[in-house]
Nanobody, 114 residues
């Protein structure tokens, strides 16, 4: 059974940092073959793509709101993708989802508040 399990998240103050992890299991081919994405969904808003780590190359792309503050990385032997979030803002508050193809994690709450 293909599965993505997120961990991390929680509460941070504005300007603070958090890290999310997403561990994959049940995939039939090497993890490096999968493009991995992080999405987020804030209350009352549509789910939006935040960051992407391309298959094979691992090249990263970011949405404009998080560019320069968030970093996506991956550890292929551990089948894990990370999202390092720095200089957090209240508008970063959302449920963050790990995704590849049509597989989604359960979501991790990130709340940025003083």
């Amino acid at each position: 059974q293909v599965q993505l399990v997120e961990s991390g998240g929680g509460l941070a103050q504005p300007g603070g940092s958090l890290r999310l992890s997403c561990e994959a299991s049940g995939f039939n081919v090497a993890f490096s073959y999968y493009t991995m994405n992080w999405f987020r969904e804030a209350p009352g808003k549509e789910r939006e793509l935040v960051a992407t780590s391309a298959a094979a190359s691992g090249d990263a792309k970011y949405s404009d709101p998080v560019k320069g503050r968030f970093t996506i990385s991956r550890d292929n032997p551990k089948r894990t993708v990370y999202l390092e979030m720095n200089y957090l803002k209240p508008e970063d508050t959302a449920v963050y989802y790990c995704n590849t193809a049509n597989v989604w994690g359960q979501g991790a709450q990130v709340t940025v508040s003083s």
